[in-house]
C-alpha cells in the first residue's frame, strides 16, 4: 500500500485541531451545538486554508449522534464519515461534473430523505466552475430547500458566482494561515513523524508555504524524502533553488558599493547553482521594506525578513528613499523574466542597471557622505544642492552686497500667494491640507474608499509599482478633485513627487476612471490638520477651498488620429479631406 501523504494523514478531525480560521471554528461549533445551522454555506479562501476540512467537520457534526460534543468521533456517522462511507454525506467536484445534467440528478436525490443521520449534507468543490445552467439549477434549489439537507459551497474564486447564489449562502472568508501557526504545526508533526527538523527549517517551509497548510505539508513530506527525515535549511535550499537572507544583504550592498565584479560573480553562481530568481528577487524586495520601515519607526517588531542587524548594515549605504527606488526597479524587473525567457540576464540587467545609476551619483559631489552615494539622491540632498555650487563671498566684500540678494529673497516671498495653488509639492503644509480639507465630502471619501480598495487587489504587474505605494494607503479625506491619502511620511514624500504623482494620476484615471489629483500626508500631519480645521471652523475662519490644476497629456503624449490612420491602412490608400 502507498504511503498516506502528510496532509492527508494530519488533515483535522475535530474542530480543536483546525489550525488559523478560529473565528470560523466557534461560529460553526456555536451553531452546531445551538441547533441553528443554516441550509446553505460557501466557504472562500486561498487554496490549503482548510475549506474542504472544515465542510467535512460541519458535515459530520450535524449527522453526530453527540450534539454537545459533535464531532465526537465514537458514534456510528462520525466513524462512517471519517471512513468516507456516510451515505448522507456526499462530495462532488465541480471541476468534473459542471454540466446542468450532474446538478439536476443532485437536486432530485436531494428530495430524499436522510438514509443514516438527520440531514443530507452535499459538499460542492470548486462550485464557481459550475457552468450558468447548472448555477441557475442550484440557485433553485438554494431559493427552496428540501427539508434537511445542507449546501456547503466551497471555491478559491468567489467572484466567479452568481451574486444571487453568495446572497442565498452564509458566507465565510477563510484568510492565509499565519507563518507562526504554520511552523509550530509542522513541529508537532515532525515530533510524532520522527523527523529531524530545526525550528529555522520549519520556519522557512512556512515561508514557502505562503499561507497554505496543505502546501507547507505537501513541501515538508518532499523535503523528508529527500533527507531521510532530516530536514535542514541547506537541504530545503538545494530542492527549491532559495538563499538565506544573508546572501541577499550581501548583494544589495555590493549593489550599493558599486562593486560590480563581485555582482557579477554573485550571479553567475545563482545560475550555476539554479537559484529560483524570481523568488531571490521578491527576497529582496521583501528586504529593501523592511530598512524602509526601520528607517522611518526604528521598531524590530514591524519586521519580516530582514534581522535588525542586517537591516543596519544597509541602512549605513542607503537612505529609505534609495531603497524604494531600488525596489521598484527590481518589480520592474521581475515583469521581464517571462519576456526575455532568460531569468538570469534580466535579473544581471536590473542589478547592472541600479549599480550604473550608482556610480553616477558618485561622481557628484557630496562632501559629507562617508560611504558610496545611493542610486538615487534623497530630497534632502536634492533641496541642499543648490546652496553647495553658490561660490563664496571674499571676507573683505561690503556687508551691502550680500543685503541685496537677501532683500530680493525676501520681496519675491511676499509676491507670493498666501495659499498654494497647482500640483503637490513636497512636503505638504498644513494651509494645504486645510485647504483641501474644505472642499472635501464624505460621499466622495466613501466611494474613493472602494476605488483604493480595488487598487489594492488589482493583480496587474505592469503597475505593481503604482499599487505598493497605495498597499497600505488610508483616505483621510476626498473631494470632487481631490483625494488626501494618509500614508507613512516616506511614502507620501514619494508620492507628492512631481514625477510619481503625475504618472499616479494618470494611473487612476486611465485604469481606475477617478480624475482626481492624489495628495499624501503622514498620520501625524492628518490629525494635527483635522484638530485645526474643527478650531477654525467653529471661530468660522476657514480658509479658501484649494485651487486644483489636474495633470494635462503634453502634445507629444496627445494621439494624432490622422496620422494613426495612415499607419493603419498606408498613407497610399487613404486621401485625407
Do not use: W
Amino acid at each position: 500500500m502507498a504511503k498516506l501523504a502528510l496532509y492527508q494523514k494530519y488533515r483535522s478531525s475535530t474542530f480543536e485541531e483546525v489550525v488559523g480560521q478560529e473565528y470560523i471554528v466557534q461560529s460553526i461549533k456555536n451553531a452546531v451545538r445551538e441547533n441553528k445551522v443554516g441550509h446553505a454555506y460557501l466557504f472562500c479562501g486561498p487554496r490549503g486554508t482548510g475549506k474542504t476540512t472544515m465542510a467535512r467537520l460541519l458535515a459530520k457534526a450535524v449527522n453526530c449522534e453527540n450534539p454537545e460534543k459533535a464531532p465526537c468521533e465514537e458514534c456510528a456517522n462520525c466513524i462512517a464519515a471519517d471512513n468516507g462511507t456516510h451515505p448522507d454525506i456526499i462530495e462532488i467536484n465541480a471541476a468534473n461534473e459542471t454540466h446542468v445534467e450532474d446538478i439536476r440528478d443532485l437536486i432530485e436525490r436531494s428530495t430524499l430523505a436522510p438514509m443514516q443521520g438527520k440531514h443530507k449534507v452535499y459538499i460542492i468543490d470548486e462550485v464557481h466552475q459550475l457552468s450558468g445552467a447548472a448555477s441557475s439549477a442550484l440557485l433553485k434549489t438554494l431559493e427552496e430547500p428540501p427539508a434537511n439537507v445542507i449546501f456547503i459551497l466551497a471555491t478559491t474564486d468567489p467572484q466567479k458566482l452568481l451574486p444571487t447564489i453568495i446572497s442565498r449562502c452564509q458566507r465565510y472568508d477563510f484568510t492565509k494561515i499565519k507563518k507562526e501557526q504554520i511552523k509550530d504545526h509542522l513541529l508537532a508533526i515532525a515530533e510524532k513523524e520522527k523527523i529531524e527538523m530545526d525550528p529555522a527549517s520549519a520556519e522557512m517551509i512556512a515561508v514557502l508555504a505562503e499561507g497554505g497548510m496543505r502546501d507547507a505539508e505537501s513541501i515538508m513530506d518532499q523535503c523528508a524524502s529527500y533527507t531521510n527525515d532530516h530536514i535542514t535549511i541547506g537541504d530545503i535550499d538545494r530542492i527549491y533553488g532559495l538563499t538565506t537572507a544573508e546572501e541577499k544583504v550581501s548583494l544589495i550592498q555590493d549593489i550599493a558599493q558599486g562593486n560590480m565584479e563581485a555582482v557579477i560573480r554573485r550571479i553567475q553562481s545563482y545560475e550555476e547553482q539554479g537559484i529560483d530568481l524570481p523568488r531571490f528577487t521578491d527576497g529582496m524586495i521583501d528586504i529593501l521594506k523592511d530598512c524602509v520601515v526601520y528607517q522611518s519607526t526604528k521598531k524590530t517588531d514591524l519586521l519580516r525578513t530582514a534581522s535588525e542587524e542586517q537591516v543596519k548594515k544597509l541602512t549605513e549605504l542607503a537612505d529609505s528613499r534609495t531603497c524604494m527606488h531600488a525596489s521598484e526597479k527590481l518589480m520592474d524587473a521581475k515583469q521581464r523574466f517571462r519576456i526575455s525567457g532568460n531569468a538570469a540576464s534580466a535579473f544581471e540587467v536590473a542589478c547592472l542597471s541600479l549599480l550604473t545609476e550608482g556610480t553616477v551619483a558618485e561622481e557628484k559631489p557630496e562632501p559629507k557622505k562617508s560611504a558610496p552615494a545611493p542610486i538615487q539622491k534623497t530630497v534632502k540632498e536634492e533641496i541642499s544642492a543648490p546652496a553647495e555650487e553658490e561660490p563664496e563671498q571674499p571676507i573683505e566684500q561690503p556687508i551691502q552686497q550680500s543685503e541685496e540678494p537677501k532683500k530680493a529673497v525676501e520681496e519675491k516671498k511676499e509676491a507670493e500667494p498666501a495659499m498654494p495653488e497647482g500640483h503637490p509639492v513636497l512636503p505638504i503644509s498644513q494651509d494645504t491640507i486645510l485647504a483641501l480639507l474644505v472642499q472635501c465630502n464624505k460621499k466622495s471619501k466613501v466611494a474613493d474608499e472602494n476605488t483604493i480598495a480595488m487598487v489594492k487587489s488589482y493583480g496587474d504587474l505592469k503597475h505593481r509599482r503604482y499599487t505598493s505605494l497605495l498597499e497600505d494607503a488610508m483616505i483621510g479625506a476626498s473631494g470632487e478633485d481631490c483625494i488626501l491619502l494618509v500614508v507613512p511620511q516616506v511614502i507620501a514624500n514619494r508620492i507628492n513627487e512631481e514625477k510619481m504623482n503625475r504618472e499616479l494620476y494618470f494611473f487612476m484615471k486611465d485604469t481606475m476612471k477617478t480624475d482626481k489629483m492624489l495628495y499624501a500626508v503622514s498620520e501625524e500631519d492628518m490629525k494635527d490638520a483635522v484638530v485645526q480645521f474643527a478650531s477654525l471652523m467653529k471661530k468660522k475662519e476657514l480658509p479658501e477651498p484649494m485651487k486644483i490644476e489636474k495633470y494635462q497629456l503634453e502634445e507629444k503624449e496627445k494621439e494624432d488620429p490622422e496620422k494613426k490612420v495612415l499607419e493603419l491602412f498606408g498613407a497610399e490608400n487613404v486621401t485625407v479631406k
